[in-house]
């Protein structure tokens, strides 16, 4: 039974450029959700999916921030003109259907932007 | 609004001691879920437990166990008998039924040898 994975682990970018994170969920997990945690913090909730459906979206996704899930396997989280305060860890977890269910956390992208 | 705290920020323990992690959450929904992660140094979040909210059983998994209080709005996670690989954050969340974790800003555990 494999986990959830994300690649890249790691990203370093310059201000400005466009950067995409890929998640790839527990593969009987019908819900996938993003988190940001910055340091000393706690995770964030972004945004989840409920197979391909988009159907919570935080205000901290900004309009430069865009997910999908385009046959409701795996996700990707895209953020365009990276500014340095985007610099994070973005965490992807998967659980079955119901709100009651576990969560399954990957092992994060930390994201750098110099 | 959700909300949950854990006042420690961190806690330093000898070896062998037992130590309670405090977890206070606030909500305004009758059905709600609590939970429990570790972050250990690698990074990646690992389940440790779920509770829902009709069910105020304590609950023991070895040296690990849980103490919900609705009266308290408490969810406290004790480890006995401490071990140096139990050095991690530790995090309490708490969701409603979209699952949408709200996460505590967690308390870091060092455990000395």
């Known amino acids: 039974d494999t986990g959830v994975s994300q690649d890249p682990r790691h990203k370093i970018t310059k201000r400005g450029q466009n950067v995409t994170f890929r998640c790839d969920p527990i593969?009987?997990?019908?819900?996938l959700y993003w988190y940001r945690q910055t340091l000393g913090q706690g995770p964030e909730f972004l945004t989840y999916?409920?197979?391909?459906?988009?159907?919570?979206k935080s205000r901290l996704l900004s309009d430069r921030f865009s997910a999908e899930r385009p046959k409701g396997s795996f996700s990707t989280l895209e953020i365009q003109r990276t500014e340095q305060g985007d610099s994070a860890m973005y965490l992807c977890?998967?659980?079955?259907?119901?709100?009651?269910?576990?969560?399954?956390f990957g092992p994060g992208t930390r994201l750098t932007v110099l | 609004a959700q909300k949950v705290t854990q006042a420690q920020t961190e806690i330093s323990v000898v070896e062998k001691e037992d130590v309670t992690l405090d977890c206070v959450y606030e909500?305004?929904?009758?059905?709600?879920?609590l939970f429990w992660y570790k972050q250990p140094p690698s990074g990646e979040l690992v389940f440790l437990i779920r509770?829902?909210?009709?069910?105020?059983q304590n609950e023991i998994s070895g040296r690990y166990s849980w103490n919900f209080q609705k009266s308290t709005s408490s969810f406290n996670f004790t480890i006995t008998a401490s071990q140096v690989v139990d050095s991690a954050v530790y995090f309490c969340?708490?969701?409603?039924?979209?699952?949408?974790?709200?996460f505590g800003q967690g308390t870091t555990l060092q455990v000395k040898p």
């Open positions: 977890a998967s659980s079955r259907l119901t709100g009651s269910e576990s969560q399954y």
């Open positions: 593969s009987e997990h019908n819900r």
């Open positions: 999916f409920q197979n391909e459906a988009q159907l919570e």
């Open positions: 909500t305004r929904d009758t059905t709600y879920y």
């Open positions: 509770r829902n909210s009709f069910d105020e």
């Open positions: 969340a708490l969701s409603s039924n979209t699952g949408k974790l709200i």
